[in-house]
């Protein structure tokens, strides 16, 4: 029972954060129609920032913020420079040109950190388990990453539906030219979006470096399972991409914590030793293929195309 | 009449809150040429989509022949006669006209699952082609890419595609669209000459058209259909002159 | 009347001619290295072709194509590891089961489209890499050696690079020549006009589910040959012949040579593969120059290498 509950506020931890990460890259599609393979990247970055930041600063508060901005920094950067010209051209250049950035941001890690992952580790008073319930306890960091992310999600709710950039965001996600016509500025809007999903991309980054390690390559495995969430959520929906996110990462870890004993008792054992990792990764992607079948615009598709 | 070869049964298609299409009914007989009006937004394209099936009515029914498509996939009305051409020209861009029309006739003739033979040399479809190309007056223009055709040729090849599929009827959806004056007259004289063999369900804004070709008209406004009969009862209607008013093509006519 | 030789075609013959006489340099130079580069580069190549024949004839831009590869390799290993040596029986089962695997793919991905269809193929081909991460009796993780390259009794010495080479080459000329014939068929022009525009074509009676299937299942089948061949070629199979990334190189090495030509792809992976053996050798950090490159390349080139070419040939 406790490893239950422990297992379930685990699974809502990572959907959280892969929320962070996936919000970032639907709201970019929603609104630029910008397919951003670099998305991954731009976590790495974030993780890389903060280990670095963290060490010379001595504070992990600080240098978790000082991480933040240089990430949001530097997707304006790339956005400014690069991406703004991929706008309106078909998805298969977004596809190639931002697979490039990928190789370009692995081998600049790679040149400026040295092949090797760093580590992040945690500040005493982060390692602390708390008790969230009698005789239930849960470490103090995980607990502030729920609390960090919802806190992000509510802003995040409240920023798109009540306040007047929100609504210009809301209405480029289902009319693009509309805006443009009313005369806002488009490209500021643009690098101003792309800036806040690069931002959830470093938070969800630096958020998740103490838990695993900081190395090269980290942004593509994650980034495939933020492609998951927003292709279940429907692609542009931010309350989709929450759901799906929660989703996910519920079936993830519960799948991988209790999935081996579950086979253990139909399988023998060494069967159920393979199957079981094997199985609890493709859960996710069954789950897509299941929407995707039945559903194929997604669980909340955001108006139109 | 006799049984109408196209019959459509309060039709009802919504988009959220809008109801596009409101209950919509309405016959035409075999051999006619029955023209649909209406002012901008009346959901004339929303209706022509319901009857070919790329989209799917919310109620009602849709029959052809007697034979009830309201569910039937668009490909398969087309095999069973309907044929359609787009508001907005949708042709194959990279291919030729001849190309266009030959695929159309290809569709129709068994299946494609053909993987050696050159499909451009087969002497059955561009012949086919050909005939419909002629008939359109695009002869000599079967081998010029879409993308280099005129805006004018483009709407005749439009035509000569849906002629391609041998069609029991046809759903016109404002060929002339864009077309100029010169243009105009040859489309109405095609289309006359057309109706000799095929039935004809046109959507049009063009007025002088309408009332120069169709055996009877159809009035839509916000989906719903507010007058239907002979094109002189159309003009004396109240209704519809209230609905044009402002518009350009007033539904006033000095012979 | 076009001048009888453009510089498409100079650079596509240019190109075959270079393909055929490469052994008898490496032999004459002593480099046996290019002989294993040019066979990698061949049988990629010919992966790169099979998808171009949906990406670049079919519209279907299919980010699991990778999937195959693996696919065509583990048939060869398993049976391989099983003690079924001959090729005779490895290389129709490699094509058979990757057939099947893509008839699954294909039923179920195609009922979405656009960056749908991206993701959901890419879907496929992470759950058969993670399918095979978990097959601990054929190395998991790891991988699968093959200790002993297929066996065709005589006809050909798949141990002898030579005959390798020219075996992979020849695959991947029969291969083209195959598209070639398909892409002018009946089939292949319903194919081509899906991707023009798929409404029209439902609208003059194609079942258009059908053909894509189909053209799916095909391209499937020739990766999966490319796949046997690469096991081949390696001496080895494993998961992360499969993984995504693996497929945004395919993807990479197609667009770059320029989609929807017969040759396109043969050149997009040549320039993608030797411009990345180059590049590793004047620099570890190849990486940094050839992303940038890829960015530029899509920013100003147009249709890619091919499309390049033919700009030059029009003056």
Same mark, same amino acid.
């Given at each position: 029972?406790?490893?239950?509950?422990?297992?379930?506020?685990?699974?809502?931890?990572?959907?959280?954060?892969?929320?962070?990460?996936?919000?970032?890259?639907?709201?970019?599609?929603?609104?630029?129609?910008?397919?951003?393979?670099?998305?991954?990247?731009?976590?790495?970055?974030?993780?890389?920032?903060?280990?670095?930041?963290?060490?010379?600063?001595?504070?992990?508060?600080?240098?978790?913020?000082?991480?933040?901005?240089?990430?949001?920094?530097?997707?304006?950067?790339?956005?400014?420079?690069?991406?703004?010209?991929?706008?309106?051209?078909?998805?298969?250049?977004?596809?190639?040109?931002?697979?490039?950035?990928?190789?370009?941001?692995?081998?600049?890690?790679?040149?400026?950190?040295?092949?090797?992952?760093?580590?992040?580790?945690?500040?005493?008073?982060?390692?602390?388990?708390?008790?969230?319930?009698?005789?239930?306890?849960?470490?103090?960091?995980?607990?502030?990453?729920?609390?960090?992310?919802?806190?992000?999600?509510?802003?995040?709710?409240?920023?798109?539906?009540?306040?007047?950039?929100?609504?210009?965001?809301?209405?480029?996600?289902?009319?693009?030219?509309?805006?443009?016509?009313?005369?806002?500025?488009?490209?500021?809007?643009?690098?101003?979006?792309?800036?806040?999903?690069?931002?959830?991309?470093?938070?969800?980054?630096?958020?998740?470096?103490?838990?695993?390690?900081?190395?090269?390559?980290?942004?593509?495995?994650?980034?495939?399972?933020?492609?998951?969430?927003?292709?279940?959520?429907?692609?542009?929906?931010?309350?989709?991409?929450?759901?799906?996110?929660?989703?996910?990462?519920?079936?993830?870890?519960?799948?991988?914590?209790?999935?081996?004993?579950?086979?253990?008792?139909?399988?023998?054992?060494?069967?159920?030793?393979?199957?079981?990792?094997?199985?609890?990764?493709?859960?996710?992607?069954?789950?897509?293929?299941?929407?995707?079948?039945?559903?194929?615009?997604?669980?909340?598709?955001?108006?139109?195309? | 009449?006799?049984?109408?070869?196209?019959?459509?049964?309060?039709?009802?298609?919504?988009?959220?809150?809008?109801?596009?299409?409101?209950?919509?009914?309405?016959?035409?007989?075999?051999?006619?040429?029955?023209?649909?009006?209406?002012?901008?937004?009346?959901?004339?394209?929303?209706?022509?989509?319901?009857?070919?099936?790329?989209?799917?009515?919310?109620?009602?029914?849709?029959?052809?022949?007697?034979?009830?498509?309201?569910?039937?996939?668009?490909?398969?009305?087309?095999?069973?006669?309907?044929?359609?051409?787009?508001?907005?020209?949708?042709?194959?861009?990279?291919?030729?006209?001849?190309?266009?029309?030959?695929?159309?006739?290809?569709?129709?003739?068994?299946?494609?699952?053909?993987?050696?033979?050159?499909?451009?040399?087969?002497?059955?479809?561009?012949?086919?082609?050909?005939?419909?190309?002629?008939?359109?007056?695009?002869?000599?223009?079967?081998?010029?890419?879409?993308?280099?055709?005129?805006?004018?040729?483009?709407?005749?090849?439009?035509?000569?595609?849906?002629?391609?599929?041998?069609?029991?009827?046809?759903?016109?959806?404002?060929?002339?669209?864009?077309?100029?004056?010169?243009?105009?007259?040859?489309?109405?004289?095609?289309?006359?000459?057309?109706?000799?063999?095929?039935?004809?369900?046109?959507?049009?804004?063009?007025?002088?058209?309408?009332?120069?070709?169709?055996?009877?008209?159809?009035?839509?406004?916000?989906?719903?259909?507010?007058?239907?009969?002979?094109?002189?009862?159309?003009?004396?209607?109240?209704?519809?002159?209230?609905?044009?008013?402002?518009?350009?093509?007033?539904?006033?006519?000095?012979? | 009347?076009?001048?009888?030789?453009?510089?498409?075609?100079?650079?596509?013959?240019?190109?075959?001619?270079?393909?055929?006489?490469?052994?008898?340099?490496?032999?004459?130079?002593?480099?046996?290295?290019?002989?294993?580069?040019?066979?990698?580069?061949v049988i990629l190549a010919l992966a790169a072709v099979s998808?171009?024949?949906?990406?670049?004839?079919?519209?279907?831009?299919?980010?699991?194509?990778?999937?195959y590869l693996?696919?065509g390799g583990?048939?060869?290993?398993?049976?391989?590891?099983?003690?079924?040596?001959?090729?005779?029986?490895?290389?129709?089962?490699?094509?058979?089961?990757s057939?099947?695997?893509?008839?699954?793919?294909?039923?179920?991905?195609?009922?979405?489209?656009?960056?749908?269809?991206?993701?959901?193929?890419?879907?496929?081909?992470?759950?058969?890499?993670?399918?095979?991460?978990?097959?601990?009796?054929?190395?998991?993780?790891?991988?699968?050696?093959?200790?002993?390259?297929?066996?065709?009794?005589? @006809? #050909?010495? &798949?141990?002898? /690079?030579?005959?390798?080479?020219? =075996?992979c080459?020849?695959c991947l000329? !029969?291969v083209?020549?195959?598209?070639?014939?398909?892409?002018?068929?009946?089939?292949?022009?319903?194919?081509?006009?899906?991707?023009?525009?798929?409404?029209?074509?439902?609208?003059?009676?194609?079942?258009?589910?059908?053909?894509?299937?189909?053209?799916?299942?095909?391209?499937?089948?020739m990766c999966g040959l490319a796949g046997a061949l690469l096991?081949?070629?390696?001496?080895?199979?494993?998961?992360?012949?499969?993984?995504?990334?693996?497929?945004?190189?395919?993807?990479?090495?197609?667009?770059?040579?320029?989609?929807?030509?017969?040759?396109?792809?043969?050149?997009?992976?040549?320039?993608?593969?030797?411009?990345?053996?180059?590049?590793?050798?004047?620099?570890?950090?190849?990486?940094?120059?050839?992303?940038?490159?890829?960015? @530029? #390349?899509? &920013?100003?080139? /147009?249709?890619?290498?091919?499309? =390049?070419?033919?700009?030059?040939?029009? !003056?």
């Open positions: 029972m406790l490893l239950l509950i422990e297992q379930i506020l685990n699974g809502l931890q990572f959907g959280l954060l892969l929320f962070l990460l996936a919000a970032g890259l639907t709201l970019v599609f929603g609104i630029m129609d910008l397919v951003n393979l670099a998305h991954g990247s731009l976590y790495m970055m974030g993780a890389y920032f903060a280990a670095t930041f963290v060490a010379w600063t001595g504070s992990f508060v600080l240098g978790a913020v000082l991480a933040l901005g240089a990430t949001l920094l530097l997707g304006i950067v790339l956005e400014f420079t690069a991406l703004r010209h991929l706008y309106g051209r078909d998805h298969l250049d977004h596809v190639l040109a931002t697979f490039g950035l990928i190789l370009f941001f692995n081998e600049a890690v790679r040149l400026i950190w040295g092949p090797a992952g760093l580590a992040l580790p945690l500040p005493a008073w982060l390692t602390v388990p708390v008790q969230i319930l009698p005789g239930i306890f849960y470490p103090a960091y995980r607990l502030a990453i729920i609390v960090v992310a919802l806190a992000v999600a509510l802003l995040l709710y409240l920023g798109v539906m009540r306040t007047r950039i929100g609504m210009l965001i809301r209405a480029g996600a289902s009319n693009r030219e509309m805006i443009g016509a009313l005369g806002i500025n488009i490209k500021l809007l643009y690098t101003l979006v792309f800036g806040l999903g690069a931002a959830l991309a470093g938070l969800a980054g630096l958020m998740q470096a103490p838990i695993l390690t900081v190395q090269i390559g980290m942004g593509e495995n994650i980034l495939i399972l933020a492609f998951v969430i927003i292709v279940i959520g429907g692609i542009g929906s931010i309350r989709g991409a929450f759901v799906a996110a929660i989703l996910v990462g519920l079936i993830d870890t519960l799948g991988r914590a209790f999935l081996p004993n579950l086979l253990r008792q139909v399988l023998s054992g060494a069967a159920a030793s393979t199957a079981a990792p094997a199985i609890s990764s493709m859960l996710i992607y069954l789950l897509m293929a299941i929407v995707l079948v039945l559903r194929p615009e997604g669980l909340f598709p955001a108006g139109r195309r | 009449m006799a049984d109408p070869l196209l019959r459509v049964q309060n039709l009802v298609r919504r988009f959220g809150g809008i109801v596009a299409t409101d209950n919509v009914s309405l016959d035409v007989a075999q051999g006619e040429l029955h023209a649909i009006i209406g002012p901008n937004g009346a959901g004339k394209t929303t209706l022509i989509s319901q009857l070919t099936g790329h989209l799917t009515p919310h109620s009602g029914s849709v029959s052809l022949a007697g034979r009830d498509i309201t569910h039937l996939a668009a490909y398969r009305r087309c095999a069973l006669g309907l044929a359609r051409s787009f508001q907005i020209t949708s042709l194959l861009r990279d291919f030729t006209a001849a190309d266009n029309v030959a695929l159309a006739a290809q569709a129709h003739d068994g299946h494609s699952f053909r993987f050696f033979a050159n499909a451009r040399k087969e002497s059955g479809l561009r012949q086919k082609a050909t005939a419909a190309l002629g008939r359109v007056g695009l002869a000599d223009r079967a081998d010029v890419l879409v993308s280099r055709l005129s805006h004018g040729e483009q709407r005749e090849l439009e035509l000569a595609v849906a002629l391609a599929t041998r069609p029991q009827l046809l759903l016109l959806d404002e060929p002339m669209a864009g077309l100029g004056v010169t243009e105009s007259a040859r489309m109405v004289k095609l289309l006359g000459e057309l109706r000799k063999e095929v039935t004809i369900v046109l959507v049009e804004h063009d007025m002088e058209a309408v009332f120069a070709l169709a055996d009877r008209i159809t009035v839509l406004v916000y989906g719903r259909v507010i007058a239907s009969g002979m094109p002189s009862e159309i003009r004396q209607n109240e209704e519809v002159k209230r609905a044009y008013l402002g518009d350009q093509h007033v539904v006033v006519r000095h012979d | 009347m076009k001048p009888p030789l453009d510089v498409r075609t100079a650079v596509t013959v240019l190109l075959i001619a270079g393909l055929l006489l490469l052994p008898v340099y490496s032999a004459l130079s002593g480099n046996v290295f290019a002989l294993t580069l040019f066979t990698r580069i998808l171009n024949l949906i990406m670049g004839y079919g519209g279907m831009m299919s980010f699991g194509h990778a999937a693996g696919i583990y048939a060869v290993g398993i049976l391989a590891q099983e003690g079924v040596g001959s090729g005779f029986v490895q290389f129709p089962v490699a094509l058979a089961v057939a099947l695997f893509a008839l699954v793919i294909g039923a179920l991905s195609l009922r979405t489209r656009g960056v749908y269809f991206i993701m959901i193929t890419l879907a496929f081909a992470q759950m058969a890499y993670y399918v095979a991460s978990g097959l601990a009796r054929y190395g998991g993780d790891d991988g699968l050696t093959i200790y002993k390259r297929s066996d065709f009794s005589g @006809l #050909i010495n &798949l141990s002898n /690079r030579v005959q390798f080479y020219y =075996l080459l020849a000329l !029969g083209i020549l195959l598209i070639w014939r398909i892409v002018n068929s009946r089939f292949g022009l319903v194919v081509q006009g899906l991707r023009s525009n798929e409404q029209r074509m439902q609208a003059i009676g194609f079942p258009v589910k059908r053909y894509k299937l189909v053209c799916f299942i095909i391209a499937g089948t096991a081949n070629n390696t001496d080895f199979v494993s998961p992360a012949v499969m993984y995504w990334t693996r497929s945004g190189d395919l993807m990479v090495m197609v667009i770059l040579g320029g989609m929807g030509s017969l040759f396109g792809p043969v050149i997009g992976a040549v320039v993608y593969l030797v411009l990345e053996e180059l590049l590793s050798q004047i620099t570890e950090y190849w990486a940094i120059i050839m992303g940038p490159l890829l960015l @530029l #390349i899509v &920013l100003f080139g /147009r249709g890619g290498i091919m499309g =390049l070419l033919g700009r030059f040939s029009r !003056g």
